[in-house]
């Protein structure tokens, strides 16, 4: 891990604002988070990722810091939007272009796409990740890539004892990895559904035809299932609906199913 300063954010109103800079219309009001930040010009930090291979750097966190880097966070907070119900209402914002931001939210100007395009061009490139400040209006929006790219990312104070905010982070995901529970099924499998307790535990309905084939399977409800044979033998998946049917040849005798669900998320395991 590794952090750099990238730029400095104006903020003349106190009213933070985010979001993927390509997509937004900035001659628009830009909706703010709730909570009112200090006013000033403030350093804007990217926490860089680099993993086995060293040309793969990634952009883990973005955060402004508005007190100075002694200071400590004493606890989290949700950085919901404006007019959200409630103090913890996260803003997630939905990222199409591979970049996030941050902005003053009276930051307005028009933004066609041969500025968007100016912009890119502009952008300084570090192996897998870019950042830019690019002035627009009263003030500026500092940009910089969102980690492994496009997805829904969210946002948090960081605030101190006296509940005043230290800073403002949006986490791109990149440090936490998937947990998954295997369950392992002899192959051939039984004619219709496969009643394994792990399956269901996980709302997991596997079924397998009543008739000819035995090697094939269908998976209801759950598309983020995966299949793969012990001996490695590819699994081919087609999604039908909300159903994916999965096919492999005739495996070897004693070759068995794989079923792999994820079960949720922990934090990466960091050399």
């Not at 230290?166 to 369950?183: A, I, Q």
């Not at 040849?249 to 068995?256: E, L, M, Q, R, T």
């Amino acid at each position: 891990m590794q952090v750099v300063e990238i730029g400095r954010l104006a903020v003349p109103s106190g009213r933070l604002a985010v979001g993927d800079p390509l997509t937004i219309d900035f001659s628009e009001p830009q909706a703010p988070l709730q909570r009112r930040t200090p006013t000033g010009v403030f350093p804007v930090e990217l926490a860089i990722a680099r993993f086995s291979d060293p040309a793969d750097a990634r952009v883990a966190c973005a955060r402004v810091r508005f007190m100075p880097p002694d200071h400590p966070v004493h606890r989290w907070q949700p950085a919901g939007f404006d007019g959200d119900d409630g103090d913890n209402i996260e803003a997630c914002y939905g990222v199409n272009a591979g970049m996030g931001s941050f902005f003053d939210a009276t930051v307005c100007g028009s933004v066609d796409e041969a500025t968007s395009d100016a912009w890119l061009a502009a952008a300084h490139g570090v192996d897998t990740w870019t950042w830019l400040v690019a002035e627009l209006g009263p003030a500026n929006v500092v940009i910089f890539s969102s980690g492994w790219g496009d997805g829904f990312y969210r946002s948090y104070w960081g605030l101190d004892a006296d509940d005043r905010i230290v800073e403002l982070v949006t986490d791109f995901d990149v440090l936490l990895e998937t947990t998954y529970e295997r369950v392992e099924l002899p192959l051939p499998l039984p004619r219709g559904r496969v009643a394994h307790p792990t399956l269901v535990a996980h709302g997991v309905s596997l079924t397998t035809p009543l008739l000819l084939s035995r090697t094939a399977v269908t998976i209801d409800g759950r598309p983020d299932v995966t299949l793969v044979l012990s001996d490695g033998s590819p699994v081919a998946a087609e999604r039908r609906g909300p159903a994916c049917r999965h096919t492999w040849k005739k495996p070897a005798p004693g070759v068995a199913l794989i079923v792999e669900v994820p079960t949720g998320q922990r934090p990466l395991a960091l050399a």
